[in-house]
Every structure is written in C-alpha cells, then in structure tokens.
Nanobody
Framework: QLVESGGGLVQPGRSLRLSCAAS????????IGWFRQVPGADIEGVSC????????YHADSVKGRFTISRDNAKSTAYLEIHNLDPGDTGVYYC?????????????????????????WGKGTPVTVSA
C-alpha cells in the first residue's frame, strides 16, 4: 500500500513537499516514482528514484525544480517541488516498481506510465493559485 500526503493549496513561487508512506512490501527493493495528472492531460511520470543505482530520474519538464528522495528506514519517499507554478496543479501519485523502472517511468504518459510501475497510491491533489 502507498499513501500520499502533503498536497493542498499553495501560492505560486512557493515550495511543497509531498510524502509517500509505503507498507506491505520491501520498500528498499523497489524503485519509487512520482507521477502527476494535470487537468485535461494524461498522467505523466515526473520523478523517480531507483533502488538499484540510487540515481534520481526526472522528466525534462521538471528538471531543476523537483527533488526526489527516499528514507528506506521509514519506508517513505518524498517529492519536493520548488518555485511552484499554476501549471503544476494536479493530482500527484507515488508508485513502486521494478528497480529498472525509472528510465521508462519519467519518459511515459498515459497507459505506458501506469504500466511502468507495480503498485500505486490514490494520489494527493495540489492546487497552485494565488
């Protein structure tokens, strides 16, 4: 099970940290990805942290503003979003996948994005507005 938290209403230019608490599987063995679905668009992979090489992967559209991290001892992953823009408004999901899933996850949208990971949370909404 994956449970996201930390979403809400945020002003443009501010930062936000989302959390993803995992249970029921060996967290450290899985890649953790963050995805988002903005209104009117398909779900897209934005950031992912591999369990094999530990390297972060980011979609080109969010590089420099999104930071992904994980605490295996707490079975929790985080996504920090800096300099929020109204275009970041949407529902943010975390998901767990095979160790090699990140390369595909952050380059995928729609069904391919969903198929890149094994387990999914229900999402947390983020609204960026003044």
């Amino acid at each position: 099970q994956l449970v996201e938290s930390g979403g809400g209403l945020v002003q443009p230019g501010r930062s936000l940290r989302l959390s993803c608490a995992a249970s029921g599987f060996t967290f450290a063995h899985y890649a953790i990805g963050w995805f988002r679905q903005v209104p009117g668009a398909d779900i897209e992979g934005v950031s992912c942290l591999s369990s094999s090489d530990g390297d972060p992967y980011h979609a080109d559209s969010v590089k420099g503003r999104f930071t992904i991290s994980r605490d295996n001892a707490k079975s929790t992953a985080y996504l920090e979003i800096h300099n929020l823009d109204p275009g970041d408004t949407g529902v943010y999901y975390c998901a767990a996948g095979d160790p090699w899933a990140c390369f595909t996850a952050v380059r995928s949208t729609g069904p391919r994005a969903r198929q890149s990971m094994r387990f999914w949370g229900k999402g947390t909404p983020v609204t960026v507005s003044a």
